[in-house]
């Protein structure tokens, strides 16, 4: 391994410190520029095109009031909030497959993005109210119930989905299958309660379960940036703990981790990044398999990159939705895009490890 590989450069915010590889800080850093001409192309193209000196002068409070209120006040918002959703996607299929150590390990795959469905697809179906209309019950689902619904629903899936796990510790291929497990039996429970439902909200909660990006604003981003905000230094805190987990359980605890706490530590932070995104735009699909995946391997670490996957995710979600809006001739929900990127890769993933075990 080369010494540019392995060189790392100390960071520290306040009393907390880490040791940054130049690899990663450099992958992070172009992340970072893609994700900026990403974003905005997302807004200055579109049925009405804006030239990017007319977007930038949008965004610092100036321009035409006709191009301003298409920038600031139609797109501004949805591409806000994919960027958000991206960014939570990522750190959360980063931490859970760092928590498993298996590469298959994501909240999609695991069932908790389905947990989340199931839980504000209920709380959808049984207000009576879609919460894509206008009126205070409707608002009021969108700001608050659903969040709180999809957070619910998340949470006891990870939950059960770490009970049924344990047999004196957690095993990443059988978290694996007991995931895909619950998440096929929570998929049955959403198409019950789109069978049961009214047409108006079962054609509602349709729309959302494909992850929709049209017309999200900033009641949706709101809670996004209040997860990240305290998610995000939570995961960055467990970074030594996970990168000593990574040698094994004997050896962390031998290190002094305390393996317990970490693990469920972790996934709180995980599973509360992946329902809050699925409360903003409904499941897009394989962005927390793929994204930290690829941003691994672009790094060249150990583990899948947390702020890397944050990166990364966004552009993906970003240019999904420039895809669906631009770029295709016909809508499309952004989460049909994600899933055409991704589940070619799951696929290829699953032939290369079957590939290396009957090796």
């Known amino acids: 391994m080369s010494e540019a590989r392995t060189a790392s450069l100390p960071l520290r915010v306040g009393p907390a410190s880490w040791q940054v590889p130049v690899r990663a800080g450099v992958v992070t850093a172009l992340g970072l520029a893609l994700l900026l001409v990403l974003v905005v192309l997302d807004i200055a193209l579109g049925d009405f095109a804006v030239p990017i000196g007319d977007v930038v002068a949008s965004l610092l409070g100036g321009g035409d009031p006709a191009q301003h209120f298409i920038v600031r006040e139609l797109r501004l918002p949805q591409t806000v ?15 859970t497959q760092t928590f498993a150590r298996n590469p298959l390990a994501s909240p999609d795959i695991l069932g908790v993005t389905d947990g989340a469905s199931a839980a504000a697809v209920a709380a959808i179906v049984l207000s009576g109210a879609s919460g894509y209309g206008g009126g205070l019950v409707a608002g009021t689902l969108q700001t608050v119930g659903l969040p709180l619904a999809a957070l619910t629903g998340g949470l006891l899936t990870a939950a059960l989905l770490y009970v049924l796990s344990w047999r004196g510790g957690i095993e990443g291929t059988r978290l694996v299958l007991i995931g895909i497990g619950i998440g096929a ?12 439902a009214r047409i108006q909200d079962a054609a509602s909660a349709q729309v959302w379960l494909n992850g929709s990006l049209t017309s999200r604003g900033w ?15 939570l995961s960055l805190l467990l970074a030594r703990r996970l990168n000593a987990m990574q040698l094994g359980d004997d050896s962390a605890r031998g290190l002094g981790v305390r393996l317990q706490s970490t693990q469920l530590l972790t996934l709180l932070a995980a599973v509360g990044l992946a329902a809050v995104s699925v409360s903003a735009v409904g499941p897009l699909e394989f962005v927390a398999f793929v994204v930290p995946q690829v941003a691994l391997r672009l790094t060249g670490g150990s583990r899948p990159p947390m702020l890397a996957s944050m990166v990364y995710g966004a552009c993906l979600v970003v240019a999904a939705d420039l895809i669906t809006r631009v770029v295709l001739p016909f809508a499309l929900p952004a989460g049909l895009v994600t899933a055409a990127i991704g589940a070619p ?15």
């Open 81 to 95: 909030v994919a960027v958000l959703v991206g960014a939570a996607l990522g750190l959360s299929g980063a931490l």
């Open 185 to 196: 039996a929570l998929l049955a429970v959403t198409e019950w309660l789109l069978v049961q």
């Open 219 to 233: 009641d949706q981003a709101k809670p996004l940036l209040v997860a990240l905000i305290l998610l995000v230094p």
């Open 345 to 359: 890769y799951l696929i290829w993933l699953l032939l290369r490890r079957n590939k290396l075990v009957s090796a």
